[in-house]
């Protein structure tokens, strides 16, 4: 559904997100957290694959996160990780946007996007998301 079109789709990506757990309950354009989650697998699978990506819902927070089989950020990229302009990746091929734009959007409607170090190896990008209501339960 709505995830998938963000990509989640791939061989290489392992996926846990519940049913009602929708990104249109999301503060914010549909597209634009569609393309923050891109952003946020595009890096992941340049890290290292497979990723594993996890949503949840906790009251009027979801927060998705992206955990990628990689060496992990450094102390410098986990603590600049979002600012404009800044990489880590070695090589060229990146412009240091790609998170900067997430966050921005991110933190414009009440989330925030994070890059942390994963105990045991990796990357773990959280993307918070707020909700535009309080959480419906099942009949």
């Known amino acids: 559904g709505e995830w998938y079109s963000a990509g989640l789709g791939r061989s290489n990506i392992v996926v846990d997100i519940p049913d009602e757990v929708d990104i249109a309950s999301c503060k914010g354009a549909a597209d634009d957290w569609r393309a923050v989650v891109w952003t946020?697998?595009?890096n992941a699978l340049r890290a290292g694959a497979p990723v594993v990506v996890r949503?949840?819902?906790n009251g009027a927070?979801?927060?998705v996160e992206i955990d990628d089989s990689g060496a992990g950020p450094s102390n410098e990229a986990e603590a600049r990780a979002g600012e404009a302009f800044f990489t880590s990746w070695s090589?060229?091929?990146g412009r240091g946007l790609g998170l900067h734009v997430a966050?921005?959007?991110a933190r414009r409607v009440g989330?925030?996007?994070i890059l942390r170090r994963r105990d045991g190896g990796g990357g773990r990008l959280f993307i918070r998301f707020g909700t535009l209501g309080?959480?419906?339960s099942a009949p």
């Open 40 to 42: 946020g697998l595009d």
């Open 134 to 136: 309080a959480p419906t």
């Open 91 to 93: 090589g060229g091929g």
């Open 55 to 57: 949503a949840r819902r």
């Open 103 to 105: 966050r921005t959007f």
């Open 61 to 63: 927070v979801v927060t």
């Open 111 to 113: 989330g925030d996007v």
